[in-house]
């Protein structure tokens, strides 16, 4: 275990803004990475938070990430767009590209916007949420360099292709973020980093054995599936309907690249809140929530939570006592 | 193993129809049943084919699934539409729904359409195909009773909501159709009939063990979703989803009532060949899924398959050869 130091979001925030600055952002976009980074780790999600803060750094230096390129609209299909992400920043993209989908939404009722040619977005839980605060169900999905062996092969074919799902509430969103795979690779990377096991089967090892070891699997980059063939089928059609929304990369092109770059997202936004008069349905939303709190856990299980409520919980902790981080990585970016 | 014989396709539907207008279907809608029931069977899906009809027709004999209604536009919101079920056969109200996405996709890129106050579609991937047939992309998913406990309960809380994700191609379309659970109430159904266990863990037992004995996951009535907390999370959201797209009953109301009725379902379609110029895109679509049966098999797997193939081989195969049809069961509906 490292040790760990609580540090207040501002300060945080203004540190990873002085490092983008060094490495040629803009003052505006320098503030919104950075915000985003802290956001993310102070969420809990330290794996698309901080712990990635350094290898963003270098993929800006060494080019992989443009930092001053902006998005362009390719087609309109009226609540449906093309973007064209020109190999700049994630974060930014994807946050223009579901703003967009909000903005659609408000027209149409639902929006959806591909993006082709974007990078990494870190946590995909980002953007739902900013779909959420403004008061639309959120849905967006990325596809990734391969990741998984298809149901049945030993060779890595397909992407984790991670997810979000946001819904709004009153009290709190509902919030789900996850990959394809069992466990994401940044949860293996958190596991290897502290020496622990997997609590169930995550993947195979080079020997096509099943293993717990997240190091066995990050060595074969075997991850398995959620759900075993149910999963394989789930994250190859996210690859294919990413591909053809965004009319960009599928997880086998991203794959032959040296470094993962040039992904495919899409970006889908649903205006309940302002169009559909919810009040009722959110009671029903509500009740369904309430209902899954009460349930009587399994023996040496904890409470039933529901997506996203770990989230809310870290979130209100760290933004009081500070968000906890590895000093290690810290005195890491303070020199950077 | 029960005696089986193969029926030709048109014999199938003919049955199928004598019967339905025996219990207040019109000419056209009985035709339309029939024809949905045949083809789930000839494509591998007997569950949700012949199977389920004897359950259909008590449930339109006592009423629970009404013949004659009709669906009802209830609100309008531009690409997304929200319409009234009625209470009406499940398969008609569905397809009205898909095909009102198509059209709406038609004009906005991409429609979506909430459908409350329905009944069981019985296959989830007829209407992806039927977007698939339009040249749309077609997703779409439904809600259902509680079937399975969410992650760390021993308690039925959330449907399997099952969905299905269809990606048309010229050479046949990718179909991923599934529920949430990692087996689904008919594979559970089929394995009991014939005596079979499953491969790996599918639920919990009544003591809250986990088995492959589908005879006790059906007693339970606790079904494993797939990747554990994961499609825990995933089938909630979908419940939810529906529940705020359809205006309607979420898993925990519809739980409430004797037998499974007055589900919500999503309907959206993505007009992917009339509208993007696709030619390009397809040509990448179909290198990852040559590249996927082109990849090496797992020590005792067959080749590895994409989601719809198995299929496409069952309908050819049965068009050809006529339907395999339990011998016991065709008796019982010749009598019906």
Chains 1, 2 share one sequence.
Not at 54 to 67: C, E, K, S
Not at 153 to 159: H, L, Q, T, V
Not at 305 to 331: A, C, F, H
Request: charged share 25%; net charge neutral; proline share 4%.
């Amino acid at each position: 275990m490292r040790d760990m130091k609580r540090i207040p979001f501002d300060e945080i925030c203004q540190e990873l803004t002085r490092v983008l600055l060094t490495v040629g952002f803009e003052d505006s976009t320098a503030k919104r990475c950075a915000k985003v980074f802290t956001e993310n780790t102070c969420d809990g999600v330290a794996s698309h938070g901080l712990n990635r803060f350094p290898a963003f750094v270098t993929d800006i230096r060494t080019g992989l990430v443009r930092t001053r390129v902006e998005p362009e609209l390719v087609n309109s299909f009226g609540a449906l767009e093309q973007w064209e992400g020109k190999r700049g920043v994630g974060i930014l993209n994807a946050e223009k590209a579901m703003k967009r989908a909000i903005e659609l939404s408000r027209g149409h009722g639902i929006g959806c916007v591909g993006l082709r040619n974007t990078n990494h977005w870190m946590r995909a839980g980002t953007y739902g949420l900013l779909a959420a605060e403004a008061g639309c169900i959120g849905i967006c999905w990325t596809n990734t360099i391969a990741l998984m062996p298809p149901w049945g092969s030993a060779e890595r074919k397909i992407g984790n292709n991670p997810m979000a799902v946001c819904i709004p509430r009153s009290e709190g969103p509902v919030l789900l973020d996850m990959a394809m795979s069992q466990f994401s690779m940044g949860k293996l990377e958190v596991l290897s980093r502290r020496g622990e096991g997997l609590p169930l089967a995550g993947g195979y090892d080079e020997n096509g054995e099943l293993t717990t070891n997240p190091n066995a699997i990050l060595k074969s980059g075997r991850a398995l599936p959620i759900g075993y063939w149910k999963g394989s089928g789930l994250a190859l059609v996210l690859d294919l309907i990413a591909t053809f929304i965004a009319a960009g990369d599928s997880t086998r092109e991203i794959s032959q690249r040296d470094k993962e770059t040039g992904v495919s997202q899409v970006f889908m936004a649903i205006d309940i809140v302002s169009q559909m008069g919810t009040t009722n349905v959110e009671e029903k939303v509500n009740a369904v929530i309430q209902d899954l709190l009460d349930a009587p856990t399994l023996k040496g299980f904890p409470k039933v939570r529901y997506p996203g409520q770990g989230m809310l919980t870290s979130r209100r902790e760290n933004l009081e006592k500070g968000i906890p981080v590895d000093l290690q990585l810290w005195r890491m970016i303070q020199q950077m």
